[in-house]
């Protein structure tokens, strides 16, 4: 990416293992995020493009010398940002922050919207998976570099559990997946605010059993109707403006949670002495995404649950260019790209 609006295909050099820690994937299958959108829409033109892509899943093709976890030939799937699952921060369920861990696209790393990618610290961050390379569960399996295990933590971080009542704000397909994570956390009403109805009608087949197409006061009001004046216990934020905020702090009861997901797209809101005095509680955050796969992974094997449904269209990696711009037109829910 060279600037908003401009991605260009480029041949770049073939990875290669520079640490004893690294390994070589070949990609099999990445995909666009909706965090990708935003430097989409806005970032500064640059003399030098950004590899682009955080999520991924492939064949390993090579192995530094440190590594003993994978090998070649394995077909693997890379949380979000690479990490070395030993550090403390890592041993407290914190991957995101891990010592040694980083960004795919920064420091030298490759992106994973390309052929093939050095990762870093290849043990601590690749998962192998049980299935052939072209098994009809890979779009799902995808999901667990990010979407998937980002829908979790939004579930998990709000305390979802059994007999709970939940908005879901957003129907893209990290709130797609929060419901999909809610549900099987036990949630009893699932509160999708959306206004895309195909994307609500899968989130009714994932599980939502409300669906809100009201924004800001009249949502806020059509939530609370159908919770009996109270609000939901607890929110999962999944779009990242300050009027999703908004609406989550309008919607929530007193005592309830909100769990941020969306990446904020604004440096103040509205958490003064009236969110103290209701006693709400404030969390969220990005998802530790490794620390959540091989919680998820045996449900997708088995089929209990489908998140690669929210892939609705397939591009060749030679047109990923059409993939951003059709998601930034909300013409496509979340692009697959192969390769």
């Not at 260009?8 to 990708?36: F, H, K, M, W």
């Not at 861990?101 to 093939?116: I, L, M, N, P, S």
């Not at 999944?238 to 905020?245: D, E, M, P």
Request: with cysteine.
């Amino acid at each position: 990416m060279y600037g908003a609006g401009d991605v260009r295909i480029e041949n770049r050099p073939d990875p290669t293992i520079q640490q004893p820690t690294d390994a070589v994937v070949r990609t099999v299958l990445s995909c666009v995020c909706g965090s990708d959108l935003w430097p989409y829409k806005s970032m500064p033109a640059t003399g030098t493009g950004r590899p682009m892509g955080h999520e991924f899943l492939g064949v390993v093709e090579e192995t530094g010398a440190g590594v003993s976890g994978v090998r070649a030939g394995d077909l693997v799937v890379a949380p979000f940002t690479y990490c070395d699952n030993t550090c403390d921060y890592c041993a407290r369920g914190l991957h995101f922050s891990c010592r040694q861990g980083g960004r795919y696209g920064f420091d030298g790393v490759d992106g994973g919207q390309g052929e093939a990618v050095r990762v870093p610290q290849a043990d601590g961050t690749l998962v192998k998976l049980p299935v052939a390379a072209d098994a009809a569960l890979l779009p799902s399996l995808l999901t667990l570099s990010d979407v998937m295990t980002t829908g979790h933590h939004g579930a998990v971080t709000a305390g979802v559990g059994h007999g709970d009542g939940v908005l879901v704000i957003g129907d893209g397909a990290v709130g797609l997946c929060a419901v999909i994570a809610a549900r099987r956390l036990g949630a009893e009403r699932i509160i999708l605010m959306g206004r895309h109805t195909a994307r609500t009608d899968l989130g009714r087949d994932f599980g939502a059993t409300d669906v809100v197409a009201e924004r800001g006061e009249e949502g806020i009001a059509r939530v609370r109707d159908l919770t009996g004046g109270d609000g939901v216990e607890k929110v999962i934020e999944a779009v990242g403006t300050r009027q999703t905020l908004q609406t989550a702090l309008g919607s929530v009861m007193d005592g309830g949670t909100i769990s941020r997901l969306g990446v904020p797209q604004y440096e103040e809101g509205p958490v003064g002495p009236s969110m103290i005095m209701r006693n709400l509680t404030l969390t969220g955050g990005a998802s530790p995404s490794r620390a959540y796969i091989d919680e998820l992974l045996p449900d997708i094997l088995d089929g209990t649950i489908e998140p690669g449904r929210v892939f609705d269209r397939s591009f060749s990696v030679d047109r990923t260019p059409d993939a951003y711009q059709a998601m930034a037109d909300r013409r496509v829910l979340k692009a697959l790209i192969t390769l």
